[in-house]
């Protein structure tokens, strides 16, 4: 199945967070974790996620130290800090929040109304 | 090669090329190369071999443009080149650090020298007597450490600091030895002209490690000498504000600061400034765009109506130029200027480029100075026996003459560029070997002229 660019981006910031908050990790590692949890679903290009990594790092989400990798390589390792957790569990309320909302929609048809513009958002 | 070494070669491709980013340093670039590393690690050992595992690493990296424009979204500031703050150790080599230090050290050195005859009893702001002495000598208590500066940067050889050493206790003899009067037209002359002789020819060997006969490296000097005065005017505006803010907050507790402000900030800040600016310059030519050619766009164009519109004007009211006192000094600053418009254009321009419309402007701006100079010249010629050759004629008329020889051949090459196109290396090396003719008619100004006309 193809996810909608936007809502990759979307998702982007609360999955790195919520991957964190297993424990430290690195880029490489964050998106190998990424295939594993969405099946291989969601796939980034790869270098998408440093500029993310580094604004995350900016808002004070997560902690960057370099450290080494088991081979002695340069690695640079994120931690996610409070204000980290407590971001994510925000986003985890909202998602949800949508997450009922798509699923209630269903249900009861009585709500259902259209606007001509829906269908112009979903590009990317 | 082995297979392992070819895929370092090729991991160092990719990081070099990664590097010429202007928003992605060169940390990002190491984090980004361990991903790449895990990734052709992973990918080997699902045994894909060293070239395969390197394409599809790259590939799913993300193409180069694309992750570049992520990195500058994310760090628009990186767009803005910063010279101070180094981004990453490794991103400023130890070149400008060390340099620094030199710098610092050498402009002490030079504050220090400019105050120093004051242990002989001159003060800066002392009678007639101590202001001659430095009016005279100021030059020869900076430069001589601007030339250090760049001798020792360059590894000089030996020779060449003898070169250098030798024009200094010349300048030195002169300017104390010869029987100058104070206010006298040669002894102003010899004064104006004492820091342009040394400049060309003297700080021009050093910056260029003594290889006088390299025509691009005569140009580098051209582009340093413009650079650094821009500089220098910053620098100077910064005093100004200190200055002025010294004033303020002392006058603001009831004490007046005159004393300490002429004889410790003004002299020892414009002495150690010309320092810092060259270093700065030396520092940021690579980092930052150069100021002296963008100034020559902008001004190139004005200058040249305001030329055309000068002589058209002439041709209408049939006004002739009205020999005044300072009208040849006037015209050869105006000289002056168009050449260094044409300098600087030139230092910036591709030697390979065809003529382009700014090419025919420049040209344009040319041809109108040559006019302008010229009636400005026919004027002075009618009246030539009038006045008579005394110094400062003779230096205005001299520096005039040379001016047109340079900017009259300069346009007759033009000419040729703009009808037969190809290269554009003959203007800018009939502009590095006229350089030295400024500096050696500086020179005459300087020793000859008091002789020649008696010190008057």
């Known amino acids: 199945m193809e996810i909608n660019k936007d809502l990759v981006a979307a998702s982007a910031t609360p999955l790195v967070l919520a991957i964190l908050s297993e424990g430290d990790s690195y880029g490489y590692a964050i998106i190998k974790r990424v295939g594993e949890l969405s099946g291989g679903e969601l796939a980034w290009t790869d270098g998408m996620l440093y500029p993310i990594l580094h604004r995350l790092e900016r808002n004070g989400y997560v902690k960057a130290i370099w450290g080494e990798s088991e081979t002695g390589r340069r690695r640079k390792y994120y931690q996610l800090t409070k204000a980290g957790a407590e971001h994510l569990e925000r986003q985890r309320r909202q998602w949800h929040l949508v997450d009922l909302a798509l699923r209630a929609s269903g249900s009861s048809p009585s709500t259902r109304h259209r606007k001509k513009d829906d269908d112009s958002h979903a590009g990317g | 090669m082995t297979s392992e070494a070819a895929l370092e070669q090729r991991i160092g491709e990719w990081r070099n090329y990664f590097r010429t980013r202007q928003a992605v340093h060169s940390a990002d670039v190491a984090e980004l190369e361990d991903h790449l590393r895990s990734q052709i690690d992973a990918l080997r050992q699902a045994g894909l071999d060293e070239d395969e595992a ?20 994310e760090y628009s500031e990186r767009l803005w080149k910063q010279l101070m703050v ?76 003898t070169w250098l050493l030798f024009p200094f206790i010349a300048a030195a003899l002169i300017m104390n030895v010869l029987p100058f009067k104070v206010d006298h037209q040669t002894t102003i002359l010899a004064i104006i002209h004492l820091p342009i002789a040394l ?6 060997f050093a910056y260029i490690g003594g290889e006088w006969r390299n025509h691009a490296q005569r140009m580098n000097f051209v582009r340093f000498s413009g650079e650094w005065f821009i500089y220098y005017v910053l620098t100077a505006l910064g005093g ?22 002429g004889q410790w900030i003004v002299p020892c ?34 200058f040249t109506v305001l030329l055309l519109v000068f002589v058209g004007t002439i041709i209408v009211t049939g006004n002739a130029i009205d020999v005044g006192r300072e009208v040849l000094i006037g015209f050869d600053l105006l000289l002056v200027l168009v050449l260094g418009l044409l300098l600087y254009s ?30 400005a010249l026919w004027a002075i010629a009618a009246r030539i026996s009038e006045f008579g050759f005394s110094a400062n004629k003779t230096a205005a008329l001299g520096l005039n003459i ?16 703009l009808a037969k196109g190809g290269s554009f290396t003959a203007l800018e090396r ?7 003719v400024f500096g050696i008619w500086a020179w005459v100004v300087v020793a000859l002229f008091p002789v020649i006309f008696k010190y008057q």
């Open chain 2, 346 to 375: 030139i230092s910036a321009r591709d030697s390979h480029a065809p003529p382009s419309r700014s090419d025919r402007l420049r040209l344009a701006l040319l041809l109108s100075a040559l006019v302008v100079d010229g009636l």
């Open chain 2, 199 to 204: 400049w060309l020819l003297t700080i021009g």
């Open chain 2, 269 to 302: 800040g414009a002495a150690g400034a010309v320092l810092i600016a060259a270093w700065l310059v030396e520092w940021k030519k690579s980092v930052i765009e150069n100021m002296a050619p963008v100034l020559t766009m902008l001004f190139t164009p004005l």
């Open chain 2, 54 to 73: 390197f394409l599809v690493a790259v590939k799913r990296l993300g193409s180069l443009d694309t992750v570049s424009h992520e990195f500058a979204r």
């Open chain 2, 240 to 261: 100004g504000t200190l200055i002025a803010f010294t004033f303020f907050i002392f006058n603001a507790i009831g004490l007046k600061p005159d004393d300490f402000v």
């Open chain 2, 86 to 161: 180094a981004p990453a150790a490794a991103d400023s080599g130890p070149a400008g650090r060390s340099g620094g230090v030199l710098a610092v050290a050498l402009a002490v050195g030079a504050a220090v020298a400019i105050k120093l005859p004051e242990l002989f009893g001159r003060s800066i702001m002392g009678g007639d007597t101590d202001a001659f002495f430095y009016a005279r000598n100021v030059t020869l208590f900076v430069l001589p450490f601007l030339a250090g500066f760049f001798a020792l940067k360059r590894s000089l050889h030996k020779t060449g600091w």
């Open chain 2, 430 to 436: 009939w502009q590095t070997s006229y350089l030295p």
């Open chain 2, 402 to 417: 040379l001016l047109l020889i340079n900017l009259g051949w300069s346009a007759v090459l033009y000419m040729r560029f």
